[in-house]
């Protein structure tokens, strides 16, 4: 069965510092993976997504990811954080024969904190 | 501007009195969905819905029921709410097919209470 495994379930970097949050798919083919992020008390909003081609994707507010096959990983990567940055991190990968590729399938999130 | 719309944003009930989450999506999307956020469980879906009249179930179906009678409402349904009912509400919609460009947009959410 499909799934998405997020390792880390909580962790604090200081503000200015590199931020990695890790992401592990179960697919069996070429997967459409994405991260979003929510901030505290509010909805979702996504970050980056990946489809086909260049596996180091750029998203939004400064935010990559790199799609490894031989790793099943889709690694979210922000080189210096900041205190906004804080909210919880969500890997999804579309849900295979979903119909549609806004049928996810959810990690169970990361939560960031973010030191001054 | 497109949107995904809920209502309620939050709502306190009593076990077992039927309520209805609306879900409303300006953008002519023929999938939608409803997830339940749970600390330390993420977003599970609940139902979903591949156009209209067409519903079927996700990973945590039981004790809720939708309807997609037009193409831009999804609502949800607790027939008989209970305490375990109590979560964070989201509705999605987005294009339906294999798409590149899809993505899910998601409403604000509604944080549900059962007492």
């Known amino acids: 069965a499909q799934s998405v495994t997020q390792p880390d379930i909580h962790i604090t970097v200081s503000e200015g510092a590199s931020l990695e949050l890790r992401c592990n798919y179960s697919y069996g083919a070429t997967p459409y993976l994405f991260w979003y992020v929510q901030s505290p008390g509010q909805g979702l909003q996504l970050l980056l997504k990946y489809f086909s081609g260049d596996t180091l994707v750029q998203g939004i507010k400064g935010f990559e990811a790199e799609f490894k096959r031989s790793q099943s990983s889709f690694n979210l990567r922000k080189p210096s954080v900041h205190w906004s940055d804080a909210a919880e991190y969500f890997c999804a990968v579309g849900r295979k024969g979903g119909g549609s590729q806004g049928n996810l399938i959810f990690g169970k999130g990361t939560k960031l904190s973010v030191k001054p | 501007e497109a949107q995904v719309t809920q209502n309620p944003r939050y709502l306190i009930t009593v076990t077992g009195k039927k309520l209805t989450v609306t879900c409303s999506q300006n953008?002519?999307?023929?999938?939608m969905s409803w997830y339940r956020q749970d600390p330390g469980l993420g977003l599970r879906q609940i139902y979903y819905s591949m156009n209209v009249e067409v519903t079927d179930k996700g990973d945590v179906p039981e004790g809720y029921k939708v309807s997609r009678k037009e193409k831009r409402n999804f609502p949800l349904i607790l027939e008989s709410p209970s305490p375990n009912q109590t979560s964070l509400y989201f509705c999605?919609?987005?294009?339906?097919?294999?798409?590149?460009?899809?993505?899910?947009?998601f409403g604000q959410g509604t944080r549900l209470t059962v007492v």
């Open positions: 999605a919609s987005s294009l339906r097919g294999p798409r590149e460009n899809t993505e899910a947009f």
């Open positions: 953008m002519n999307h023929e999938y």
